[in-house]
């Protein structure tokens, strides 16, 4: 998991929304108008705009709800 210092000042790179990570292998941009996810490889935070994916709106809201209930 990457430290919440880091993911405190992490942003995505299209929107500068901020990010959360989901499990070991993604961060999710929290802007709901774009919902993009980028990827951790080897732990390393991949957010160039042409690596991230466009989701849809069923994965944002479960990818939300999972960092709500880790957050608390």
Do not use: F
Not at 8 to 37: F, M, N
Request: aromatic fraction near 6%.
């Amino acid at each position: 998991m990457i430290e919440k210092a880091l993911l405190d000042i992490l942003a995505c790179p299209l929107t500068h929304a901020a990010l959360v990570q989901v499990g070991e292998d993604w961060l999710y941009s929290t802007d709901r108008a774009t919902r993009r996810k980028y990827p951790i490889r080897d732990g390393i935070p991949i957010l160039l705009i042409e690596e991230g994916i466009a989701i849809d709106v069923a994965e944002y809201e479960s990818a939300m709800a999972n960092a709500a209930a880790r957050t608390g």
